[in-house]
């Protein structure tokens, strides 16, 4: 069975202070984020790649990593564009938001033809991830259920996704004895404590359980699940969203809400692996001497490819 990897890279890095976050430099031999993504994927098994971008940052992507990924593996783009609404919907005036990540998983239809791992292009999931969700895909997924689709996720553990350097936006996750998500909950304004997490609620800190599983928009996903997607976006904006300015269709509610209403099964698959990623611009440090560390340790060789 042939595996493709989904890569969103259309974020408009507003965190990053105005830059494509998703391109800065952060390996010994100048590699990115996505660069350590993709090896880790292909040598798991994935075959090949959907880049999902904004039109406007494509020639910068192309140039910095497509170009040498198209050498690597087989590789397609799509585009995420906010005025890419369903037919009878017009665009709100001043909407300058994007509408999130279920909408850009949405740009893959009619180009994912196979079972597929989505991941944001910002985050380095570590390998087990990858080998844990190639081999879910290919061992233990139902692909040819239509009715209740068969997903996993990797359940990273909260203390483990923390940034340093600001607060950050988890899906914490409900987990049944069998394994399989019950719940999540999009949870925003999460900050690191020492070894523990809290959340902000009306500028009160209120404690998190460091050790729960959590979402780092990493899901395996059949092209059924993207069909899923188009009709509910339309609901979504026709539930009275399409005046918000702000409103985001975004895949871990999405998927929560297909849980809960029995028309999806999601597997967690435990990690250990430590996240790492650029949310902010004072990240990129850090992150350099992550793979540093893992280079010298014999975990990735330089230059990566």
Not at 118 to 129: C, F, H, L, V
Not at 184 to 193: M, P, S, V
Not at 233 to 256: C, Q, R, S, V
Request: aromatic share 8%; net charge negative.
């Amino acid at each position: 069975m042939k595996t493709t990897l989904i890569i969103m890279a259309a974020g408009i890095g507003s965190r990053y202070g105005g830059g494509i976050k998703q391109l800065a430099e952060v390996g010994p031999s100048g590699e990115i984020i996505l660069d350590y993504s993709i090896h880790d994927a292909l040598e798991a098994g994935f075959n090949d790649v959907i880049f999902i971008i904004r039109r406007d940052i494509e020639k910068d992507f192309r140039e910095v990593i497509g170009n040498r990924m198209e050498k690597v593996c087989p590789c397609a783009y799509v585009f995420q564009d906010i005025h890419d609404l369903p037919r009878h919907m017009v665009m709100p005036e001043g909407r300058t938001k994007p509408w999130g990540t279920g909408h850009a998983i949405l740009a893959c239809k009619g180009t994912l033809k196979n079972p597929g791992c989505i991941i944001n292009a910002d985050d380095y999931y570590g390998k087990e991830a990858f080998v844990q969700m190639h081999d879910f895909i290919v061992n233990k997924m139902d692909v040819d259920n239509t009715e209740c689709l068969d997903m996993a996720m990797p359940g990273f553990v909260l203390k483990n996704t923390l940034s340093d350097n600001g607060s950050v936006t988890r899906g914490i996750c409900e987990v049944d004895m069998l394994g399989h998500l019950t719940d999540i909950d999009e949870t925003k304004n999460i900050y690191k404590d020492g070894e523990g997490a809290y959340k902000l609620v009306d500028e009160q800190k209120v404690s998190l359980d460091a050790d729960a599983a959590v979402s780092m928009n990493m899901w395996a996903i059949t092209p059924e699940f993207v069909n899923r997607l188009e009709d509910g976006f339309a609901e979504f904006l026709e539930a009275g969203n399409l005046g918000d300015k702000k409103a985001e269709y975004l895949l871990p509610t999405i998927i929560g809400d297909m849980v809960k209403a029995g028309s999806a099964t999601v597997s967690i698959l435990p990690t250990n692996d430590k996240w790492f990623g650029v949310t902010y611009a004072e990240d990129r440090d850090t992150v350099a001497a992550e793979f540093d560390r893992l280079v010298k340790a014999g975990v990735y060789k330089t230059p990566l490819f």
